[in-house]
């Protein structure tokens, strides 16, 4: 049995075909639910951020998560640019899907994330900043 070989550029299509799926779906859902979609949507994504900061282990520092995030095949399909929603609708659901970012962070008392600028609101770029906390700011965080 012959194993298929897959491309940088094959994968990173496939990524952006079903991240593509997954934010219509997304919109769907958010278009049908008349009320609390946001909260429900606000928890349920944190938590799948909580997941997926267990998942990249220990993170000390900012550069330590950062690469953590940024490996991998997945990287590259966040280049996609949305189409068919309206400017307010996409910083909407940019600001839904920061969630999981910050439910990844949460993972990890020492550290603090913040947006700068985010693409969904025509600023430059997505400027995700991860510092590290000051200790009395991180004991605190823990002890919540």
């Not at 070989?5 to 278009?31: M, P």
């Not at 993170?59 to 990287?75: M, Q, V, W």
């Amino acid at each position: 049995m012959c194993e298929k070989k897959f491309t940088q550029e094959e994968l990173t299509a496939a990524f952006r075909r079903a991240i593509e799926d997954r934010a219509k779906w997304f919109y769907l859902l958010s278009k049908y639910t008349e009320e609390g979609f946001d909260e429900i949507a606000k928890q349920a994504i944190t938590e799948f951020g909580v997941m997926k900061g267990k998942a990249l282990g220990n993170c000390e520092t900012a550069l330590d998560f950062a690469k953590g995030i940024l490996s991998g095949h997945p990287r590259e399909a966040f280049a996609m640019e949305p189409v068919k929603l309206d400017d307010d609708e996409i910083a909407h659901l940019c600001d839904l899907a920061c969630y999981g970012d910050f439910g990844m962070v949460s993972v990890f008392p020492q550290l603090n994330l913040e947006f700068k600028q985010l693409l969904s609101r025509n600023e430059e770029c997505c400027e995700m900043v991860i510092t590290k906390k000051e200790k009395g700011d991180a004991d605190e965080e823990v002890n919540k």
